[in-house]
């Protein structure tokens, strides 16, 4: 089956520097990716829609500045936290969109902020 | 591997009937939570129910109902008493040693008038 790949999925970082995450569909192209943030009740708030070879479309309250989006290719698109704060320390899933309403998700990635 | 199968991709139900959305996992892990969530068209996650590998008795949230059957691998989800707004997709997740999620395939439930 279909598999969306998450990388780091452990991250440790201080305080002012940027985090790159990675989210690559291993054996489909996806033209269409998300990115979500968990946040307390384990509930994971929709990010943006990245799409490929476009600029990501962002949720209301979420800061474009600060988390970067790039969907180079068919099979990656990347999450830089840039000039990360402790109160950024969360853990981030991606998806990615398969055939129609096929929604495959990655492992997830934590990353800690000291 | 960490596996989860939710072999229903659609389902309907009629308004104020309950519903079984079925999820099986695979792991060999001793210690693991099991999740639900409903993904609305909004494209956010809601968390719905929890269950731990150890507890004891079937985790119950309002409506929600989770039925555990741990020798089975399975981890049945029931809403009673459906409304139209739980229209949506529902993810069953499997959290493991390690921290990291794996998810299911999702069944898309639509409720009827």
């Known amino acids: 089956g279909a598999v969306v790949s998450q990388h780091p999925s452990w991250v440790i970082c201080k305080s002012g520097t940027s985090v790159k995450i990675e989210c690559r569909s291993l054996?489909?192209?996806?033209?269409?990716m998300f990115w979500y943030r968990q946040f307390p009740k384990q509930s994971l708030m929709l990010m943006a829609t990245s799409n490929e070879g476009s600029k990501a479309t962002y949720e209301q309250g979420v800061e474009k500045d600060k988390f970067l989006i790039n969907h180079a290719s068919l099979t990656l698109s990347t999450l830089t936290v840039t000039s990360a704060h402790p109160e950024d320390s969360s853990f981030y899933i991606c998806?990615?969109?398969?055939?129609?309403?096929?929604?495959?998700f990655g492992e997830g990635s934590r990353l800690t902020v000291l | 591997a960490q596996k989860i199968t939710q072999t229903q991709p659609g389902m309907f139900v009629q308004e104020k009937e309950a519903v079984t959305l079925d999820c099986t996992y695979d792991?060999?892990?001793?210690?693991?939570?099991l999740f639900w969530y409903k993904q609305p068209s909004s494209g956010e996650m809601i968390f719905l129910i929890y269950?731990?590998?150890?507890?004891?008795q079937n985790a119950t949230e309002g409506r929600y109902s989770l039925n555990f059957q741990k020798a089975r691998k399975s981890a049945n989800l029931v809403i009673s008493a459906s409304q139209l707004g739980d229209s949506a997709m529902y993810f069953c997740a499997m959290r493991y040693y390690g921290q990291n999620f794996v998810f299911g395939p999702g069944t898309r439930l639509s409720v009827l008038p």
């Open positions: 054996d489909f192209q996806a033209t269409t």
């Open positions: 792991t060999s892990d001793p210690s693991y939570g």
């Open positions: 998806s990615a969109r398969g055939g129609p309403g096929e929604l495959f």
């Open positions: 269950q731990g590998s150890y507890d004891q």
